[in-house]
């Protein structure tokens, strides 16, 4: 059986790391944004032509616009975290059924974990 409580664990610390990396990069992105516009503001009149300062601005709101991407990524890596705390909590009340019932919910446990993980190692 491939399903286990230890390996729900497992999938959910993973989860939780990829969202706190997005998260991370996300923010990254909205500072290098931030610090492209104000390095734009600062020198603009010294060291960069107005011109040049327009688009260094441009492209600081276009960094900082990138980090709007990493939202997607989010939601759905916390939707696959609740799934694997939903399937952990079902695969405990599998485990204290008894008959043809638990075997049955056990297999399909499996093969939903078994899915979770093809999405999550293919992308």
């Given at each position: 059986?491939?399903?286990?409580?230890?390996?729900?664990?497992?999938?959910?610390?993973?989860?939780?790391?990829?969202?706190?990396?997005?998260?991370i990069f996300a923010l990254g992105l909205?500072?290098?944004?931030?610090?492209?516009?104000?390095?734009?503001?600062?020198?603009?009149?010294?060291?960069?032509?107005?011109?040049?300062?327009?688009?260094?601005?441009?492209?600081?709101?276009?960094?900082?616009?990138?980090?709007?991407?990493?939202?997607?990524?989010?939601?759905?890596?916390?939707?696959?975290?609740?799934?694997?705390?939903?399937?952990k909590v079902r695969l405990r009340e599998?485990?204290?059924?008894?008959?043809?019932?638990?075997?049955?919910?056990?297999?399909?446990?499996?093969?939903?974990?078994?899915?979770?993980?093809?999405?999550?190692?293919?992308?």
């Amino acid at each position: 059986m491939l399903a286990n409580e230890s390996f729900l664990d497992s999938l959910i610390a993973i989860h939780h790391r990829a969202i706190r990396y997005n998260l991370i990069f996300a923010l990254g992105l909205v500072v290098l944004g931030i610090l492209v516009i104000v390095f734009a503001r600062l020198f603009s009149g010294s060291l960069v032509p107005d011109v040049l300062s327009g688009l260094f601005s441009l492209g600081g709101g276009f960094i900082s616009s990138l980090s709007a991407f990493q939202i997607k990524e989010l939601v759905a890596r916390k939707e696959k975290a609740d799934m694997c705390k939903l399937l952990k909590v079902r695969l405990r009340e599998a485990n204290e059924l008894d008959g043809r019932k638990e075997g049955a919910m056990r297999k399909r446990i499996d093969e939903l974990v078994w899915q979770i993980v093809e999405k999550t190692a293919i992308g």
